[in-house]
């Protein structure tokens, strides 16, 4: 199995589009980067804690006025009176009277891992697509591993990417931010739930917008790799896929303020994060073991359907 | 219990339609066995079915003693295969694609490889990637994939298909080598009769999936089958001389084709005919043996299946 990753790895490594897409990911985050930096306010133009506070008060006095004018959306203003209301009494100043540090530019650089999570849909797709078009599928077929070993072989190999270019974005994203903004005064997350205000530390608010992107972009990729596998079409697996990820999450919270079903959905759990935010679930009755269960089950029935096929299938390369 | 290869009444049916029939032959370790057949005939299916690519409807296939089907890996240990065409990484240098296929069998052999590339005279290209290649380098190249793992048979779906002259010379001599020198067996499909009796010590004719015939070559005794013999006298002279051999060999079939006199004779009566006829008074400008072409062979072949 290891020598079948090997191979996987080797293939991947010496495909230039690999490296085309490390290095999109490169100029994104130097993109944010610059971004940043001109948009930093100078040391001097911070305001003071007298400021911030007397800024926050404002603020919120103009949300009072907003909440009691707006309907609907009063609970947006009832959570932004109680964040500000919670910084002043505890002395944590707000993401601009503290300047950029290493962990607000790496968090800034979260938004790149939609990005990488096309990318990582990409390799999926074609990972198995591409021996059929080259009609290299032949060869591996024709030698003692089970083509279930190939298939497996051939997931981990892109859950491996997927991994690689985590730790590449993480890696830039950290020595570029440390580099530039330095590790600064850490600031903390406020997260809302029910009225009530907490906080986290930003390294580990941090964490946890990493770690739940990555099951996002693994369940995407998950559906792309058996897409490829069953229809053999790279070009269906990224499409939908992509779509997907592009469009399933607001379809799905759509759907959810009407009913209660779409809770089944995958996109209703593939954001884990939101039981970690202020924003919670789009169904009230889910949690975050709900969610994991239904991904577990999506996961198998993505993966069953994969080797099934691709057991069953007769290769034929023709043409 | 000596063949590398049984095929045992094999059947393969796609959508209701029988694409092989009844198919069963052996192949003997340390012999070149050519699969001869037309377009369409089922070649490719059945070697497809042979590496398990394709399942089998019904019958079996051994490979060394081991079915295919029921015990894959270690039938397929067995084997060494391109099918169709010799398909390699395009992105990655000749020595890569080698090593890539070493790994599929267990533990990378730097030795084998090295000696691989220079038996089929690719050291010099070896960090070259493949998609400069020609397509008689990638033909050399998917041999080497294919005798990696020292197997006892060789698969080799039309591997000339494509090469020029030189290339077809080379590959044949190759194939020729490996027989004689390492006992290997190989099977060679093909659709021209011509390569089939240069490269092989026996072949199998199939025709729309059935098996027609299995012609050995090493054999002897064939001379003294009448040959179709062409003989060109010029064309004014043609009729006159059908008149003059038929006097002279009345048993014997004679016909007038492409301007030319054919007459079906044993080998050893072609000079004392040739002599004959020059004595008539005619000039004789071309004589020579009638390479059938595949489509007579298979014609014969198949009208003999019939009458019988
Ligand atoms: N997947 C399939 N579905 C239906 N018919 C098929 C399939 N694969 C092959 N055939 C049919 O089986 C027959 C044999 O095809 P095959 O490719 O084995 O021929 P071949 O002898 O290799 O011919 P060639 O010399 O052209 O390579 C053909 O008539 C073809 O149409
Ligand atoms: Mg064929």
Known sequence: MIRLIQNEWMKLFWRISTWVMAAILLVGVIGVLIYSITNQPSAEQLPSEAQWKAQLEQENAEYQQAL???????????????????????????????????????STNTALLDLLSIFVIIIAATIISSEFKSGTIKLLLVRPPSRIKILFSKYLTVLLYALGMLAFLFGVSFILGALFFGFGESSAELIYTDGEVEQRPQVLALAIDYLTGSVNFVMLATLAFAISAIFRSEAMAIAISVLLYVVGAGVTSTLAMAYDWPKFLLFANTNLNQYFTSGGPPVESMTLGFSVIVLIVYWLIFMGFAVWMFKKREISVTG | MSSILEVNDVHKRIRGKEIIQDLKFSVEPGEVFGFLGP????????????VGLAPITSGDILIDGYSIQKSYAKAIKQIGAIVENPEMYNHLTAEKNLIHFARM?????????????????????????????????????????????RPKLLILDEPTNGLDPEGIRMVRAYLRRLAEEEGLAVLVSSHLLSEMELM??????????????????????????????????????????VQVVKEAYPDLKIEEADQRLTIYIEKENVPALLRYVMEAGFDLYEAREDKQTLEDRFLQATSKEESS
């Not at chain 1, 009176?81 to 503290?98: F, G, K, L, V």
């Not at chain 2, 059935?210 to 054999?219: A, H």
Request: charged letters at 30%.
């Open chain 1, 68 to 106: 009691e004018e707006s309907g609907s959306s009063a609970e947006f203003y009832e959570q932004r009176i109680a964040e500000n209301e919670y910084r002043i009494q505890n002395d944590i100043p707000p993401q601009q009277a503290t300047g950029e540090n290493v962990w607000s530019f790496m």
């Open chain 2, 105 to 149: 069998n267990g533990k990378v052999d730097q030795e084998r490889i090295d000696e691989l590339l220079e038996l089929v005279k690719l050291e010099h290209v070896k960090k070259k990637k493949v998609r400069t290649f020609s397509l008689g380098m990638k033909q050399r190249l998917g041999i080497a994939q294919a005798l990696l793992h």
């Open chain 2, 39 to 50: 377009n369409g005939a089922g070649k490719t299916t059945t070697i497809r079915m042979m």
């Open chain 2, 200 to 241: 092989c010590d026996r072949f199998a004719i199939i025709q729309d999936g059935k098996l027609i015939s299995i012609e050995d070559q090493r054999v002897a005794g064939g001379e003294n089958q009448p040959l179709p013999y062409q003989i060109d006298v010029g064309p004014e002279k043609l009729e006159a001389a």
